[in-house]
């Protein structure tokens, strides 16, 4: 089992900026994708960007993509999420999640998600 507690959440107005934190414990991480994925009022959620705990490869969504930074630190087993440049439709709730040992798209463990709100 993996853990996950997302933290950093909150209210900034657009253009400003915002770090989301995911605490893991449990299991190693080796091995594993660790991701964020948003899912904003009324919609699915959808993938927001994602790194491989072993190599640091990383991977973001078109919609994020020079705005928002994906990073580790694997002395703390935690995952962040740099946002900048913040934009209304970036309004969701942010979830981490760690999928299966080598199994790149398996989500199996999911964080219970911090809320970002971006006002106009």
């Known amino acids: 089992q993996v853990q996950l507690v997302e933290s950093g959440g909150g209210m900034v107005p657009a253009g400003g900026s915002l770090r989301l934190s995911c605490a893991a414990s449990?299991?190693?991480?080796?091995?594993?994708?660790m991701s964020w994925f948003r899912q904003a009022p009324g919609k699915e959620r959808v993938f927001v960007a994602t790194i491989n705990w072993s190599d640091y490869s990383t991977y973001y969504a078109d919609s994020v993509k020079g705005r928002f930074t994906i990073s580790k630190d694997a002395a703390r087993n935690t995952l962040y999420l740099q946002m900048s440049s913040l934009k209304p439709e970036d309004t969701a709730v942010y979830y981490c999640a760690a999928t299966r040992i080598y199994t790149p798209d398996a989500y199996d463990y999911w964080g219970q998600g911090t809320q970002v709100t971006v006002s106009a």
């Open positions: 449990g299991r190693t991480l080796l091995g594993r994708r």
